[in-house]
């Protein structure tokens, strides 16, 4: 018996041991508990949630994740059109209108795409941006966790989407323009190819209802899908693109973050996120935390 419990002891500390920074503070908010069909994020909800702002588009064009305190994750796509030394990058913030206690802003020092982006059909949708300076943590800005080569994400796995943008085609979020947020169920790939009528590969995930409702909308790319484990927030998509936002049939299509943990890992190669397995059918002893490469 004594070993057992040694075993366990071992496996905890392999499993939150401080080898990886961030995996001490990712994907633990303050709280303990418009995207179209979503409500008001409460303050300090969603402390990784990025907004991008360029003066192309007059501010918020696409969101993001803090995943370190030099770190930010987004979509490849949002980056087409706008020059990258333009855009404001800004943590803390809940409404883009108003008075802005908690906010910092940073520019951009270094943008990463993915060597294998394909903006015909969206694979490989993923950027890393290098802030101009760190951020500290606090309980409004605070790094998510990402999913791990090998975690699971089967069918229904509850999983929650944030944004600034539209909550239906052509329709601007309202005063003050709060930060959105809503749940949607994971819809395995095989399901999504078939409502779809599109090739989704294995570096992108659905997620959405099949009645529609519910989902997100022009302005939410590169923003974070997440999904909670034990007491951990973990990363597992990327808005990347969808159809008429929240028509029925029609799930949104992330970029699968379980995908990338090498080329996040060779990108940055310094101030690394934190990685975690994610499997819901795992209990909470289970986590598990991914290793340097």
Known sequence: MR?????ISVTL?????????????????????????????PKEAWPWTVSLHSPRYNGHFCGG???????????????????TSSVLVYLGRRTQQGVHDHEVNRTISELF???SYSSDYYNNDIALLHLSASVSFNKYIRPVCLA???????????????????????VNLSHPRTLQQTVVPVVINSDCNNLLGATITDN?????????????????SGGPMVSRQCSVWVQSGIISKGHDCGQPYEPGV?????????????????NLPGFITFNPLNSCFSVSQSTHL
């Not at 791990?148 to 052509?170: C, K």
Request: glycine content about 10%; proline content about 3%; hydrophobic content about 40%.
């Open 3 to 7: 070993n057992m419990w040694v075993f």
């Open 13 to 41: 500390l392999a499993c939150f041991k401080d080898s990886l920074p961030q995996l001490n503070v990712c994907g633990r908010r303050h709280l303990n508990a418009r995207i179209v069909g979503g409500e008001d994020a």
């Open 65 to 83: 994740s803090l995943i370190s305190s030099e770190w930010v994750l987004s979509a490849a796509h949002c980056f087409s059109s706008v020059i």
């Open 113 to 115: 795409i993915h060597p």
């Open 148 to 170: 791990a080569e090998n975690s699971s994400f089967p069918s229904g796995t509850s999983s929650w989407i944030t944004g600034w943008g539209q909550t239906a085609a052509g």
């Open 204 to 220: 992108m995930m659905c997620a959405g209802l099949l009645q529609g409702g519910k989902d997100t909308c022009q302005g939410d």
């Open 254 to 270: 992330y970029t699968r973050v379980s995908q990338y943990q090498n080329w996040i890992m060779r990108s940055i190669n310094q």
